[in-house]
């Protein structure tokens, strides 16, 4: 593979630094060597540096662009001025304003540092660690940016997307390496573009990476993602079962579904890589598909519960993604659902009707219930932008989500768009052309809701989905009883309809004859 002229050939120190080499550590090196870059790296375990290092040096003709460093001394001393260095290790921090692993680095590090040096958070932290990161890191005169980096294994090595916020001068110094090692998408079409060509790394084309705002903002926008990414495989998941037990069909022929819907409107990595699942034949038992001998409980890392966590927090309605959480939880009781399934009795699925039909319905109701759990993503940034006074660009964030990531679809072109037609959009469901898919499906998609309630297959996301979206199209909704009940047991008073907003009464409601007090 070739890569441009090593920048330390004149200069013996390294362009930038990495601490931790666990996979995406090691993938994320490789990648900034292949673009030329000089890179230092460090574990706290030496034989886990030695081992990258002879590995490295047998099998990537980026080597050259390697220094391994066996302290933190000789790390940060191999480094150019202003030094930058990326930490790439594990968050402990479940709610954000706990100290971690993270920050007993930092400490180890501070003393070794000058003004003016770079310090890139690149794990998954929560962004309330990061803003006081940022802040404490600041009065000492070191820079910080707080990055998501997301795309996996292989994005990490071939071309994540990356959403960096912190120090803005910080990021126009990191700014030539993260747009270099990052994703690229066609800057006409928007899709994404292979990420090596004939062994060299693609240059051309438009980065997933851009600087996201001010300190923990970058942080944010990726757990956000996450919540996205967890609505979208629940989704996924939900129309692949439908299929299992409505219509009886084997894993094969439903990957054969899903390989057709990417080829349209659904075309994504989460899409194609679940036909590639479905169709994937067990290598143990012969002619038995895998997906069917995988057990049914799904893991998480927490940024989607954090989502559901600052949504709750918030006040914004971001229930497909929370019902997404809730799903995995659910997963996890194995063997309570098992003893459960065998007292709790319910309907037996059955469906009669044609079976292309009932396909069209399902890739319909996916399409709505995505509309929606997006749109609840980006309802949930704005509402961060206000509380935390950033300035979030919408557009450039779908823009960066198009390549790299794990959520990176045709479909994030379309609210690129809406963004870019309308900066102040309140909410993706008013862009016309959502709007107008979701009345194009909208019949399918009752149709799905209500067939798996009568059914008893859950579908707790497609549900969700739908009900987020008949409460936004609702004018009057039932919170009047809701806030007169609050009125009545614990004086927390009401708005009336007839009067101005803002203006408060309260009334003793078991005697009619007390009169009304304005508040």
Sequence with gaps: MATRKRSSDKDPHSDIGLIGLAVMGQNLVLNIADHGFAISVYNRTEARTREFLEQAQAQEPCFGNLRGCYSLEELVASLKRPRKLILLVKSTAKHGHERDAVDLLIDQLLPLLDTGDILVDGGNSNWNCTIRRAGELGQRGIRFIGSGVSGGEVGARFGPSLMPGGDLKAWKSLEPIWTAISAKVDRKSGKPLENYAKGKPITEGEPCAAYIGPDGAGHYV??????IEYGDMQLICEAYFL???LLGMKAGAIGEVFEQWNAGDLDSFLIQITADILKQKDPIKSGKFLVDHVLDTAGQKGTGKWTADSALELGIPASTIAEAVFARCASALKEERVSAARVLRGPKPAFE?????LIAAIRDALYCSKICSYAQGFQLMAEAQREYKWKLDFGQIAMI???GCIIRARFLQKIKEAYDENPGLANLLLDPYFRK?????QGNWRKIVALSAQNGVPCPAFGSALAYYDMYRSSVLPANLLQAQRDYFGAHTFERTDKPRG???HVDWP?????MQSV
């Design 222 to 227: 990726k757990m956000v993602h996450n919540g």
């Design 243 to 245: 299929m299992s037990r």
């Design 353 to 357: 009707g044609e079976r292309e039909d």
């Design 401 to 403: 989500w198009r390549g």
């Design 437 to 441: 898919q979701i009345q194009k499906g």
């Design 503 to 505: 203006k408060f009464f």
């Design 511 to 515: 005697d009619p004859k007390r009169p």
